[in-house]
Nanobody, 122 residues
Framework: QVQLVESGGGLVQAGGSLRLSCAAS????????MGWIRQAPGKEREFVAT???????YYADSAKGRFTISRDNAQNTVYLQMNSLKPDDTAVYYC????????????????WGQGTQVTVSS
């Protein structure tokens, strides 16, 4: 049974930082592309960042220069370091996994976590 468990969300002031973590179990983690997707109230899910099985990364324009995705295959964990946070970053952030060699720049992942809330106050 695949489980993705996010942590690290919370309330932060604009300009602050948060580091999200996603612990994966029940899958061969190193064989999966991992991504972070967010959903703000009343909006559709939005791709944020992804890291391929080989470590290649890709970011949404809204995340470039501020967010960094990384993975630790020994710990079966993917991270999202978020700096210079803005109120527009307020959303539920989901970790997701897809069994592929590709860089997955969309929201069509195979497995999803339950999400962690990030709220950025102005």
């Amino acid at each position: 049974q695949v489980q993705l468990v996010e942590s690290g969300g919370g309330l932060v002031q604009a300009g602050g930082s948060l580091r999200l973590s996603c612990a994966a179990s029940g899958l061969s983690f190193s064989g999966y592309a991992m991504g972070w997707i967010r959903q703000a109230p009343g909006k559709e899910r939005e791709f944020v960042a992804t890291i391929s099985r080989s470590g290649g990364t890709y970011y949404a324009d809204s995340a470039k220069g501020r967010f960094t995705i990384s993975r630790d295959n020994a710990q079966n964990t993917v991270y999202l370091q978020m700096n210079s946070l803005k109120p527009d970053d307020t959303a539920v952030y989901y970790c997701a996994a897809k069994y592929t060699t590709a860089v997955v720049t969309h929201t069509l992942y195979d497995y999803w976590g339950q999400g962690t809330q990030v709220t950025v106050s102005s």
